[in-house]
């Protein structure tokens, strides 16, 4: 049986080939952190820096600035090094201030509930 040697243990921890590059995280709770990966351990605990959180709301979005930023292990789903030579959004995406982002955010989610909930009050109509 062989072993890996010295080399080749850098390589086997997967995180370790984005470390000093621009990220994007998808967070358990569907949050997309941006940032740069300075630091890792064996949870995957992650430090972003420069971070900002993407929040897109239809055709618009707006990169909240976080700064330094730490990311627990666990509640990380997804993880990918950006292209820096290509554009990270379509061209048709609109960048707004954070303040708009916010109450489009915020009426998203009442829609969504207002939705929930009038599928519940339709519950007993039975469509099958």
């Not at 971070?51 to 730490?70: F, K, N, Q, S, T």
């Not at 292990?73 to 379509?90: A, I």
């Not at 009442?110 to 099958?128: N, P, Q, V, Y």
Request: proline share 4%; glycine share 8%.
């Amino acid at each position: 049986m062989s072993w890996a040697g010295p080399e080749d243990l850098l390589f086997s921890t997967s995180l370790a080939s984005y470390l000093d590059k621009k990220l994007l995280v998808l967070l358990r709770d569907g949050r997309k952190l941006l940032g740069v990966l300075r630091s890792f351990d064996q949870f995957a605990n992650a430090v972003l820096e420069g971070a900002c959180e993407r929040v897109i709301v239809g055709e618009m979005y707006c990169d909240i600035p976080l700064g330094l930023y730490v990311i627990r292990g666990e509640n990380v789903v997804l993880l990918g090094e950006l292209d820096l030579d290509k554009n990270e959004l379509p061209p048709h995406m609109i960048r707004v201030p954070e303040a708009d982002i916010k109450r489009a955010q915020k009426a998203e989610r009442e829609a969504t509930a207002l939705k929930g909930s009038m599928r519940k009050r339709m519950e007993f109509l039975d469509f099958d």
